[in-house]
């Protein structure tokens, strides 16, 4: 709604950009200032700019790129601090966009398909090369560039499609070197996979997911809110041929999931499920996986505030219950040394041990009878209530 109410307000003012005074520049700053105070403006609002700045060439044609871009950095510059460095980055992201509007016209309003005035494909190589590596050239600046970037390598992927294939071709090659050389996620991810995708390029496709979340990915090497960011992005990946990929990472993405922060902490109740739910396939891997988790859950316990140590601990008891005796007394033991209310967990595990199992043999039931028989004797003689 933004945009298009700026640029509504633009393109009534033909005369806006000769006027060259204060009242005319005082308009945009109002706008933008209205457009800034919205809540994602820091990371949108170049968008905006971007989208001003794409305008201005065709309200006022006979101005060149140089005067079109101080007059919008000298509208904003209100809003917005500039130092040296911040400048410098906002003139290249609006030369070229000002260098692309021009463009546009020669593509869509002359319809020409080559031998552009304003775009040569030497100058449009240069210009790929600048914005996918905009931030990276330009980081120490204040300037949020991804979405206006995406932007503007959006309007170039549509324009080479209305050209001959030679810029095709330069996107293309670009794209392709720019994860060579990098191989790791960025915001351009699905921005460039849809160009190879729209390309029938599924090799190339396939390749980028493969580098990205594949067993050996990029991706597990990230941080949890990155992970969580990527796998939103590619949920909108509907190709059938990616989606066993894409699921297939999401399940082993569960995993890493595991963590804590601290105070009351409820991270391992997921591990608590997994585990829950192999243990009904093979009660004896709480000998491995199970004390893994019991261990970890142990540690958690000494540095936070962890709500799945009565739960895992349980489950470890009530598992040993239908594997032998002495396993039980194991886990009882190891417990025991850990926890203060060791004793209401084994009550707590035998019974829910006896709930789960549909038939327990005499044998076995007996054995739990004379193990809580010794238990409660012991308790009697300590003097305590059972």
Not at 49 to 65: Q, R, T, V
Not at 266 to 294: C, I, M, V
């Given at each position: ?9 633009l ?72 130092d ?34 304003y ?57 392709s ?27 190339k ?5 493969e ?37 297939e ?65 349980e ?52 054995l ?19």
């Amino acid at each position: 709604k933004s945009l298009a109410y700026l640029c509504a307000r633009l393109l009534n003012r033909e005369k806006l950009v000769t006027k060259w005074n204060l009242d005319s520049k005082e308009i945009i700053f109002n706008n933008l200032s209205q457009y800034s105070r919205n809540t994602d403006s820091h990371y949108s609002k170049y968008v905006i700019y971007c989208a001003i700045a794409f305008l201005l060439p065709y309200i006022e044609l006979g101005k060149d790129n140089i005067e079109l871009r101080s007059f919008l950095i000298e509208c904003i510059s209100k809003e917005d601090y500039f130092d040296k460095n911040t400048k410098i980055a906002a003139n290249i992201l609006f030369d070229i966009t000002i260098t692309l509007s021009r463009w546009f016209r020669e593509v869509f309003n002359e319809n020409k398909k080559s031998n552009f005035l304003y775009l040569d494909p030497t100058s449009l190589n240069l210009i790929i090369d600048k914005l996918l590596n905009f931030h990276v050239r330009n980081g120490n600046t204040m300037i949020a560039s991804n979405q206006s970037v995406i932007l503007l390598l959006k309007l170039i992927s549509f324009c080479t499609k209305a050209t001959n294939e030679d810029y095709a071709q330069i996107l293309n090659d670009n794209f392709s070197s720019h994860y060579s050389k990098s191989k790791t996620y960025d915001s351009f991810f699905i921005l460039i996979w849809n160009w190879f995708l729209e390309s029938h390029n599924l090799e190339k496709c396939n390749d980028l997911l493969e580098n990205i979340i594949g067993e050996s990915g990029k991706i597990w090497g990230y941080s949890l809110e990155e992970k969580n960011e990527i796998f939103r992005i590619l949920a909108t990946i509907s190709e059938p041929q990616f989606l066993n990929k894409i699921q297939e990472a999401g399940m082993r993405f569960q995993w890493h999931r595991i963590g804590f922060s601290g105070h009351k902490e409820y991270t391992l109740f997921s591990a608590h499920s997994w585990l829950e739910n192999l243990l009904k396939n093979d009660p004896a891997l709480w000998k491995e996986d199970g004390l893994r988790l019991f261990n970890l859950s142990e540690e958690i316990e000494e540095i936070a505030d962890n709500r799945a140590a009565w739960d895992i601990a349980e489950l470890l008891l009530s598992n040993s219950l239908r594997t032998t005796p002495n396993d039980f007394l194991f886990v009882y033991e190891l417990i025991k040394k850990s926890r203060n209310e060791y004793d209401t967990l084994i009550v707590s595990a035998i019974s829910n041990y006896l709930n789960k199992e549909k038939s327990t043999n005499l044998e076995k039931l007996k054995l739990i009878w004379l193990f809580c028989c010794g238990y409660t004797s012991y308790r009697l003689h300590e003097g305590r209530k059972v």
